[in-house]
Nanobody, 122 residues
Framework: QVQLVESGGGSVQAGGSLRLSCAAFGYTTIGYCMGWFRQTPGKEREGVATIFEDGGTRYADSVKGRFTISQDNAKNILFLQMNSLTPEDSGSYYC????????????????WGQGTQVTVSS
């Protein structure tokens, strides 16, 4: 049973930073594509960042240069370092995992965490 548990959300002022973590249980992250998504009320969930099996990364245009996705394979933890935060970055952030390459590159993930809230005030 795959289980993903996010942590690290909170409230911060614009320009500040947060680091999200996602602990994976029931499997190792190696061999999976891992990602972060976010959702705000009234909007569809959007992909924020992905880290692929080979260590390559991909970012949404809105976060490029500000967010960094990384993972500690030994500890089965995924991270999202978020810098220069703006109110538009507020929302629920979800950790996700996917084993299939084609699904991963299409931002279609199969396993999801429960989410952690990020609030950025101006």
């Amino acid at each position: 049973q795959v289980q993903l548990v996010e942590s690290g959300g909170g409230s911060v002022q614009a320009g500040g930073s947060l680091r999200l973590s996602c602990a994976a249980f029931g499997y190792t992250t190696i061999g999976y594509c891992m990602g972060w998504f976010r959702q705000t009320p009234g909007k569809e969930r959007e992909g924020v960042a992905t880290i692929f099996e080979d260590g390559g990364t991909r970012y949404a245009d809105s976060v490029k240069g500000r967010f960094t996705i990384s993972q500690d394979n030994a500890k089965n933890i995924l991270f999202l370092q978020m810098n220069s935060l703006t109110p538009e970055d507020s929302g629920s952030y979800y950790c996700a995992a996917e084993a299939r390459w084609l699904e991963c590159i299409s931002w279609r993930f199969n396993f999801w965490g429960q989410g952690t809230q990020v609030t950025v005030s101006s």
